[in-house]
């Protein structure tokens, strides 16, 4: 594959720049806290925080609710992660969930959330998030806080790129961060023929705008770089969709050296809607693959997963005005478009500037075939002096994000020198910069992704934070850093600590979210196969080896709660309906010895929970959250019998005699 446009750049001279930016980086940042920093992230008791944070959770597989201005972890999301916590991914209902097309995986590396949106303002209505390890794309119901939805991208090594969504949610994206052979392909074969077996491939999920149901539509296969990261256009720029690449060189070995030989590599610039109208006149070619859809049903409170076997793709080579790239500093990360859909902001990871591109210079140099070069032999390299703006001098080292506050301002991170840098869009001057610590990746402005943010508060995202907290051994935690953005000058206003490697965060005003609170679920929409909803109606049914439980929860017992005629061999499954109609009282359920999990119930919510007895006696099972000055009484007992005993089936409560 040849590249025509980029010229070799000796490693040393970058290392040189590098340092010699750093060494003269502006010393006046300010770093003191603003005096009333403490008053304006102080939430009263009783009141609720402003906005909603939602960060990704990194290698622990999930998502996490903050409430800012004050910075407390509401709750932790289950997504790609069993979480004992709650029974996700353990109880039977939620298994489904965790399906691939290579078996259950109960683990995953969650990247970059990204909000639902209607005419490219966040909506409030759903939340999609990325697994990174094993290509997935899940869907979370903001009404609930649950995962409804994930489904998994073949032809995909690292879903990195991934799950951005344009600006009305007609479709999430996903790309890869490793390309490879493509699933319906020969797999077996040398690595080092990576130019020629390996392949890239961009998954259109098409979202239904009444449901938020995800299918995936069609993928495009494009050349086998590697996809960092992404973001579809806005307003102008409606119809395009833009990602930053690196590995231009095309090496599969020791990319720190060998992936960094060119001094530029490429933002790739896809006309989706192009590529939708392709795929509506038939063009999409049927290929093989196979991968697992999962949903879950909010009204028999169980997922289903069925593995997919096929999917439509398009090659980008063989359709002109389809892909076009714009030359980017090399090794590129983050792509951001401004509020205005007009400009798109990307940087190399080492680079010295932040270049700012145009979408109108865009349009123009693709009219005018301003070229630089092809990439085999079809795909238009556009001069990077054609479709620049300009370039933001001496922000720092080592630009990765940028996000945007709806008054004309840009926000970058600057990872090497560990600030954040405020500069303005129209005249790519600096406004101001403050430092963060340290090592920040990406930021989040609330609404700042979003043609109408809302601005007012910044994340910055750090990876590293050494002397900010108390030691907790070799790791510390990761952590966030609020900052007052609502003046000309930025104002650190808060530290707190995060769960697993927060990547990226979306922050939304709380009201968009609050208006669709659900806050029980109503026990005659119940249609789980299981529900039990009166306690007299609670059983227990033997067919042979399996033993179902219909159990009922209420403040303060469980029903039933003595159960006997179990037996060594036997798989039970007990099934615990909550009948409780009120805010937040769920029920729990744990069994001793279980080697799954408890189950947290919510209320009119049912649950299941299997349990195979590894030894005959008395096992306690009681509820594990506590929900009322009687909580410690929300017991009881099986009687486990060895195999072939004739210990009748009976099961009971209230039948003591009350002692005088």
């Not at 926000?411 to 963060?436: A, C, G, H």
């Not at 006997?564 to 007990?574: A, L």
């Not at 080697?595 to 306690?620: H, Q, V, Y």
Request: aromatic share 10%.
């Amino acid at each position: 594959m040849k590249i025509s446009i980029i010229k070799l750049l000796p490693l040393a001279i970058i290392l040189l720049s590098s340092l010699a930016i750093y060494s003269c980086k502006p010393g006046k940042v300010g770093s003191k806290l603003d005096a009333d920093a403490a008053q304006k992230v102080y939430v009263a008791p009783g009141k609720y925080d402003e906005v909603y944070a939602f960060l990704s959770g990194g290698f622990s597989g999930q998502v996490a609710a903050y409430g800012i201005p004050s910075g407390r972890l509401l709750k932790v999301i289950p997504v790609f992660s069993q979480n004992p916590e709650n029974g996700y991914g353990y109880s039977e209902e939620t298994k489904p969930m965790l399906n691939t097309s290579h078996g259950f995986v109960p683990w995953d590396d969650s990247h970059h959330p990204e909000l639902s949106k209607t005419n490219g303002e966040d909506d409030g209505r759903w939340l999609f998030i990325n697994g990174n390890n094993t290509p997935r794309i899940a869907r979370i119901n903001l009404a609930t806080f649950k995962t409804d939805e994930i489904i998994e991208l073949p032809n995909i090594g690292g879903n990195h790129a991934s799950p951005f969504c344009t600006e009305n949610t007609e479709y999430v994206v996903g790309n890869t961060r490793f390309s490879e052979p493509l699933d319906f392909e020969k797999g077996d074969v040398p690595i080092n023929s990576y130019k020629k077996t390996f392949k890239g491939a961009v998954s259109f999920v098409k979202v239904d705008k009444g449901t938020g149901s995800m299918n995936l539509s069609f993928q495009l296969i494009v050349p086998p770089f590697n996809y960092d990261l992404a973001h579809a256009g806005k307003g102008v720029s409606h119809d395009w969709l833009f990602f930053t690449c690196y590995n231009t060189e095309e090496a599969n070995t020791l990319l720190e050296v060998n992936a960094s030989q060119r001094d530029k590599d490429f933002i790739m610039a896809i006309n989706w809607k192009k590529a939708e109208e392709l795929i509506r006149q038939g063009k999409g070619v049927k290929t093989p693959v196979k991968y697992a859809h999962n949903v879950y049903n909010e009204k028999t409170h169980t997922a289903s997963s069925q593995i997919e076997s096929g999917t439509l793709t398009l090659d980008v080579t063989k359709y002109p005005g389809l892909v076009y790239y714009m030359p980017c500093p090399k090794s590129p990360h983050g792509v951001d478009v401004a509020p205005d859909g007009e400009y798109i902001a990307a940087s190399g990871k080492l680079a010295a500037v932040i270049p700012v591109f145009s979408y109108k210079k865009m349009l123009t140099a693709i009219d005018k075939k301003d070229y630089d070069g092809m990439i085999d032999g079809t795909l238009p390299v556009l001069k990077y002096e054609s479709v620049l703006h300009g370039e933001v001098k001496q922000p720092g080292l080592g630009p990765l994000h940028t996000e945007f506050d709806g008054k004309g301002y840009a926000y970058t991170t600057m990872f090497v020198s560990s600030e954040v840098v405020k500069w303005k869009i129209d005249n790519l001057q600096i406004i101001d910069r403050i430092p963060s610590y340290y090592s920040p990746g990406h930021l989040s402005i609330v609404g700042g992704d979003s043609k109408k943010p809302y601005g007012k508060y910044l994340l910055s995202l750090n990876k590293i934070t050494k002397d900010r907290y108390l030691p907790t051994g070799p790791e510390l935690p990761q952590a966030c850093q609020l900052i007052d953005i609502s003046g000309e000058k930025m104002k650190l206003l808060l530290d707190f600590p995060t769960i697993g490697e927060p990547h990226y965060g979306q922050m939304i005003p709380a009201d968009k979210i609050l208006k669709n609170q659900v806050k029980f679920f109503k026990i005659e929409d119940n249609k789980n196969a299981y529900v039990t909803r009166a306690e007299k109606d609670s059983k227990v049914v033997r067919t042979g080896n399996r033993v179902d439980v219909y159990m009922t929860a209420i403040r303060s017992h469980l029903a039933p709660d003595n159960i006997e005629g179990i037996k060594m061999g036997d798989e039970v499954y007990v099934h615990v309906t909550n009948l409780e109609q009120d805010w937040d009282v769920p029920h729990g359920f744990a069994i001793k010895g279980a080697n799954n999990a408890e189950l947290l119930i919510m209320p009119g919510e049912t649950s299941s929970l299997k349990w195979t007895p590894d030894r005959s006696g008395i096992f306690p099972f009681y509820c594990t959250d506590f929900c009322s000055a009687l909580h410690q009484e929300m017991q009881g007992y099986f009687r486990v019998s060895p195999a072939g005993a004739d210990t009748p089936l009976k099961f009971s409560i209230g039948v003591n005699p009350v002692t005088q």
